[in-house]
C-alpha cells in the first residue's frame, strides 16, 4: 500500500514552544486528515481537510492543505505536556477507496 | 457521536489458535470499516477495506484467508485470525466511515493487542 513520508520523525521541545510538522505524497490526495495517537489507543482525529489551499484550525492547532495536493503541513502553537503523542496524516489518495497513514512526528514536551 | 468500539482490548492466545476481533459503530452506521495493524513505532498499515454485505478487499500482502473478515451489519466488523502464530502478535485497530458526515473521515476504535505465544 502507499505510505506517506511524515518529517521530522521525532521531536523534543520545550513547553510553551510551537511545533510545526508536514506530510507529503507521491499521489495527489482529496482529503488531508491528521490524527493523534496515544501509547495502545486508537488515532483521534484533530482536523480535516478537504480543498487545496485551506487552512484550518481547531485551537492551538492549525493545519494547511497544500496547493500541489501533494503534501499539508501541522503547526501546534504554544505546546502543553498533555501534546505530547504520535501524530499522524491519513487521507485516501485521488484514486481508490483506501485510506493511508503517514510514517508519524512523535513529539516529547518537556516541561 | 462517531464512537467506534472493538473487543476485546487485548487477548492472549496460544500458537496455533484462532482469534476473532470485533468492530462496533456505536452511534451511527457505517457501510465501509477499515482494519489496520500497527506493529511497536510504526505506522498504521491497511490490511483490508471491509464493506458490508460483500467481500472484503486485502491490501497486496496480506492473506485473506489468514485474516477473515466478516462486515455482517451496518454497525459490526469482525477480524479473524486463523491458525495465529507468534509474528502476528500486534496491535490491531478498526475504524469506521459515519454514512451521514464527510466520505472521507474515518472514525476508530480503540484497539486490540493479540500476543500469540
Known amino acids: 500500500g502507499q505510505q506517506l513520508n511524515q518529517s521530522p520523525q521525532s521531536m523534543f521541545i520545550q513547553e510553551g514552544e510551537d511545533v510545526s510538522m508536514n506530510c507529503t505524497s507521491s499521489?495527489?490526495?482529496?482529503?488531508w486528515l491528521w490524527y493523534k495517537q496515544d501509547p495502545g489507543e486508537g488515532p483521534v482525529l484533530l482536523i480535516a481537510l478537504y480543498k487545496a489551499g485551506e487552512l484550518t484550525s481547531n485551537g492551538r492547532l492549525t493545519a494547511q492543505f497544500g496547493i500541489t495536493r501533494k503534501d499539508s503541513f501541522l503547526n501546534i502553537s504554544a505546546s502543553i505536556p498533555s501534546d505530547v503523542g504520535i501524530y499522524f496524516c491519513?487521507?485516501?489518495?485521488?484514486?481508490?477507496?483506501?485510506?493511508?497513514f503517514g510514517t508519524g512526528t512523535s513529539l516529547t514536551v518537556i516541561p | 457521536g462517531a464512537v467506534v468500539s472493538q473487543h476485546p482490548s487485548w487477548v492472549i492466545c496460544k500458537s496455533g489458535t484462532s482469534v476473532k476481533i470485533e468492530c462496533r459503530s456505536l452511534d451511527f452506521q457505517a457501510t465501509t470499516m477499515f482494519w489496520y495493524r500497527q506493529f511497536p513505532k510504526q505506522s498504521l498499515m491497511l490490511m483490508a477495506t471491509s464493506n458490508e454485505g460483500s467481500k472484503a478487499t486485502y491490501e497486496q500482502g496480506v492473506e485473506k484467508d489468514k485474516f477473515l473478515i466478516n462486515h455482517a451489519s451496518l454497525t459490526l466488523s469482525t477480524l479473524t485470525v486463523t491458525s495465529a502464530h507468534p509474528e502476528d502478535s500486534s496491535f490491531y485497530i478498526c475504524s469506521a466511515r459515519d454514512l451521514e458526515r464527510s466520505y472521507n473521515e474515518q472514525f476508530f476504535g480503540p484497539g486490540t493487542r493479540l500476543t500469540v505465544l
Open positions: 491519513a487521507g485516501p489518495p485521488n484514486t481508490g477507496n483506501q485510506f493511508y
Open positions: 499521489s495527489i490526495f482529496n482529503t
